[in-house]
């Protein structure tokens, strides 16, 4: 009896080992054996909260397939967008229908590949594209106002911003790219602009030419009323002139419209003066010489030529033929016939000047004092024919 009292006494901890794994068993088993009797005493309660639970979660994954699939329509449905998302290396992640319709790459093609792709070969020599997405990380926002590059290797003007795109915690997952086709848009622009310069050149020629032309005129005038008289009158040609061009946009002018427009000056009967030719234009330079040349001829025709006497007509033609260097070139005729004795001038006018002097170097111009009438052969080149 002593022994067995010394020996439990001795040796506590083996004792507490030993009842250690009842107790545990106890505690572990308690609570399963507890559900296992809840479950048994009240099966539908049970039941009722496993399938409210699964309900629960079939709904919330319901809700992000509906809330995923809206995502997208609203994505493809944006078809005039490009809306491309990138990772940080700047890899397409994502790539909607307006993307495809603008650039012609499909989704399954471009992912994973660098966003540079559709940046023209310019803009990649100097780092466009990592300067875009390192601007977008730096200041929130890179604007795109430029050239790209369509899958079959056409250019469209791009028009759009680079953005970061953020985490809940505000840390960066990539970038995120919208932008729009404004072709169309850069276009009418560009056209404008050259527009502007063509009309500020243009009319800084209109100004030098007003100042030659009063400059000659007063030259050849005696007196304030003939320099007005003479030089109202050759304005008034210009702007005629300026309305021609003005109908075709200011590009080039039907030279029968020219000749027309400068024969207006002419308040006799129309059936004295015949016009006949093909169909061609004139460069826009040329149309505002002739017109002053014809304004010159039908003006000199009336105070001393053909037109002067009730009898006079004059017969305006012109036909077509090759240049010397292939190409092509018109040949304008002024012809004047019964109106008084023509004898050459003692001195050159105005009009002489600017028929012989006004003409550019690649034209000539003729003048035949015929003692039957005044002949005037006009040589120009041809920018094309009417068809």
Same mark, same amino acid.
């Given at each position: 009896?002593?022994?067995?009292h010394?020996s439990?006494?001795?040796?506590?901890?083996?004792?507490?080992?030993e009842?250690?794994p009842a107790? /545990?068993?106890?505690?572990?088993? *308690?609570?399963?054996?507890r559900?296992?009797?809840?479950?048994?005493?009240h099966p539908?309660r049970f039941?009722?909260?496993a399938?409210?639970?699964i309900?629960?979660l079939?709904a919330?994954?319901?809700?992000?397939r509906?809330?995923?699939?809206r995502?997208? *329509?609203?994505?493809?449905?944006?078809t005039?967008?490009?809306?491309i998302?990138?990772d940080?290396?700047?890899?397409?992640?994502?790539?909607n229908?307006?993307?495809q319709?603008?650039?012609?790459?499909?989704?399954? +093609?471009?992912?994973?590949r660098s966003g540079?792709?559709?940046f023209?070969?310019?803009?990649?020599?100097?780092?466009?594209f990592t300067?875009?997405?390192?601007?977008a990380?730096e200041?929130?926002?890179a604007?795109n106002?430029?050239?790209?590059?369509r899958?079959?290797?056409?250019?469209?003007?791009?028009?759009?911003?680079?953005? %970061? !795109?953020l985490?809940?915690?505000?840390?960066?997952?990539?970038?995120l790219?919208?932008?729009r086709d404004?072709?169309e848009?850069?276009a009418?622009?560009e056209?404008r602009?050259l527009?502007m310069?063509?009309?500020n050149?243009?009319?800084?020629?209109?100004?030098?030419?007003v100042?030659g032309?009063?400059?000659?005129?007063r030259r050849?005038t005696?007196t304030a009323?003939e320099f007005?008289?003479?030089?109202?009158?050759? /304005?008034?040609?210009l702007?005629?002139? #300026?309305?021609?061009?003005?109908?075709?946009?200011?590009?080039d002018?039907p *030279?029968?419209?020219?000749?027309?427009?400068a024969?207006?000056?002419?308040?006799g009967e129309?059936c004295?003066?015949?016009i &006949?030719? $093909?169909s061609?234009?004139?460069?826009v #330079?040329?149309?505002?010489t002739?017109? !002053?040349s014809?304004h010159? *001829?039908v003006?000199?025709?009336?105070k001393?030529?053909?037109?002067s006497? $009730?009898?006079?007509?004059?017969d305006?033609?012109?036909?077509?033929?090759?240049?010397? &260097? #292939?190409g092509s &070139?018109?040949?304008?005729?002024?012809?004047?016939r019964?109106?008084?004795?023509?004898?050459? $001038?003692?001195?050159?006018g105005?009009?002489?000047q600017?028929?012989e &002097?006004?003409? %550019?170097?690649?034209g000539t111009v003729k003048?035949?004092?015929r %003692? +039957?009438g005044?002949?005037c052969r006009?040589c120009?080149?041809?920018?094309s024919s009417?068809s």
């Amino acid at each position: 009896m002593a022994e067995a009292h010394c020996s439990s006494c001795s040796n506590p901890r083996a004792d507490r080992s030993e009842r250690r794994p009842a107790s /545990l068993a106890r505690i572990t088993v *308690l609570p399963t054996e507890r559900s296992n009797d809840l479950a048994s005493a009240h099966p539908d309660r049970f039941d009722q909260a496993a399938q409210a639970r699964i309900a629960e979660l079939e709904a919330e994954n319901q809700a992000l397939r509906e809330q995923e699939t809206r995502a997208r *329509l609203i994505l493809d449905s944006a078809t005039d967008y490009a809306i491309i998302t990138l990772d940080t290396d700047g890899c397409v992640t994502s790539w909607n229908t307006g993307a495809q319709a603008i650039m012609g790459y499909t989704e399954a +093609e471009i992912r994973g590949r660098s966003g540079e792709i559709v940046f023209t070969s310019d803009d990649r020599a100097i780092g466009r594209f990592t300067a875009e997405l390192r601007r977008a990380a730096e200041t929130g926002c890179a604007s795109n106002e430029r050239w790209h590059l369509r899958r079959d290797g056409t250019r469209f003007w791009a028009s759009g911003l680079m953005m %970061p !795109l953020l985490d809940e915690d505000g840390r960066s997952q990539g970038f995120l790219n919208i932008l729009r086709d404004r072709t169309e848009i850069q276009a009418a622009a560009e056209r404008r602009e050259l527009l502007m310069a063509e009309m500020n050149h243009r009319l800084k020629n209109t100004f030098a030419l007003v100042r030659g032309v009063a400059a000659q005129t007063r030259r050849h005038t005696e007196t304030a009323a003939e320099f007005q008289a003479a030089f109202a009158a050759r /304005l008034q040609v210009l702007a005629r002139s #300026n309305d021609v061009l003005t109908r075709t946009d200011w590009h080039d002018a039907p *030279l029968r419209d020219v000749i027309d427009s400068a024969l207006d000056a002419y308040g006799g009967e129309p059936c004295r003066i015949a016009i &006949k030719g $093909p169909s061609v234009l004139l460069a826009v #330079n040329l149309a505002v010489t002739v017109s !002053l040349s014809f304004h010159e *001829l039908v003006t000199n025709a009336v105070k001393y030529g053909a037109l002067s006497v $009730p009898a006079g007509r004059v017969d305006v033609s012109w036909i077509v033929s090759k240049g010397r &260097k #292939n190409g092509s &070139k018109v040949e304008i005729m002024w012809r004047e016939r019964g109106g008084p004795v023509v004898k050459p $001038p003692q001195h050159r006018g105005f009009g002489s000047q600017l028929l012989e &002097k006004g003409m %550019p170097s690649d034209g000539t111009v003729k003048l035949d004092f015929r %003692p +039957e009438g005044l002949e005037c052969r006009i040589c120009l080149p041809l920018i094309s024919s009417i068809s």
